[in-house]
């Protein structure tokens, strides 16, 4: 095995199609060192790597360029300035679902509320949530029993007290809730995108020949479980937005709109519910 400073290493990996910044936590990673180690890497960047570094590179950069997420190779990921433990029981949180969390803290008074996150997969929403907003009870249910053991673990650590519960949906849920919000599988079966997801759960990614229905069957039960002009609000694809918004005002839900994501791409839709 050749001599490989940290330069060459991160400039082998740029190479083969990483970004710089995907390459740098890779790097990192691999040193053993965390993502806030990037000035160390410049500063470092003529040192060597010692065997058994430059042997853990040479797997680590084999396993990414295979597609899988860097999430699941380093075990963490930043969200919503929360570091969470991941890996491939749950769906790798994306900078997008953001989005779904901004809406809500919007959408609510910062005073005591109820808020349910369905399908919560790393516990990321409910997380962020319940950071922001001390004073919410936030509940979070799973159909996976792996998911909700990552979820809470990850609550654990970061001294969160989100409650979290087993279930197939609004199943999973008890009493009402001043705001239901959930990042629910939307991809449609067989679509070519999933190839590129492959290390993910596949439960978590596709819902059906349209990838509706999940979305579907949260719109039908959420009534039942939320507090008259209780929002929903739902993160989806870039090209559902209007079909979302139809499923909303159809179930009896109003104020319906949709919010854009960093990318100026229609993310989430969601509306208000008033009993009839």
């Not at 190479?15 to 936590?25: E, F, I, N, P, V």
């Not at 087993?166 to 995108?193: C, K, M, T």
Request: glycine share 10%; with cysteine.
């Amino acid at each position: 095995m050749s001599t490989m400073t940290l330069a060459h290493a991160l400039a082998q990996a740029q190479a083969c199609g990483l970004h710089r910044l995907d390459a740098q936590l890779l790097l990192l990673h691999a040193c053993g060192r965390g993502p806030q180690g990037r000035a160390w890497l410049i500063a470092h960047d003529t040192d060597a790597m010692p065997p058994p570094q430059r042997a853990l590179w040479d797997s680590v950069l084999a396993r990414r360029l295979r597609g899988e997420p860097l999430a699941y190779i380093t075990g963490r990921k930043a969200f919503y300035g929360l570091d969470l433990c991941i890996d491939a029981r749950v769906l790798d949180p994306r900078a997008d679902t953001e989005t779904l969390v901004d809406w809500a803290l919007q959408a609510l008074p910062p005073a005591p509320q109820r808020v349910l996150d369905l399908g919560t997969g790393s516990g990321a929403v409910a997380l962020a949530l319940q950071h922001e907003r001390s004073l919410w009870a936030v509940h979070a249910v799973d159909y996976s029993a792996d998911a909700l053991a990552v979820a809470q673990a990850n609550a654990q650590r970061l001294k969160l007290p989100v409650r979290f519960s087993q279930g197939d949906w609004l199943q999973g849920a008890q009493g009402r809730f001043h705001a239901i919000v959930s990042n629910p599988p939307y991809v449609a079966e067989g679509d070519p995108h999933l190839d590129a997801l492959r290390n993910e759960p596949g439960m978590a990614l596709s819902s059906g020949s349209d990838g509706l229905d999940a979305i579907r069957t949260i719109i039908a039960g959420a009534p039942s479980h939320l507090h008259p002009g209780g929002w929903l609000l739902l993160e989806h694809g870039f090209e559902q937005a209007q079909a979302v918004c139809a499923l909303l005002t159809q179930s009896g839900f109003y104020e319906v709109q949709t919010r854009r994501d960093l990318a100026g791409l229609e993310r989430c839709s969601g509306g208000r519910f008033s009993p009839a």
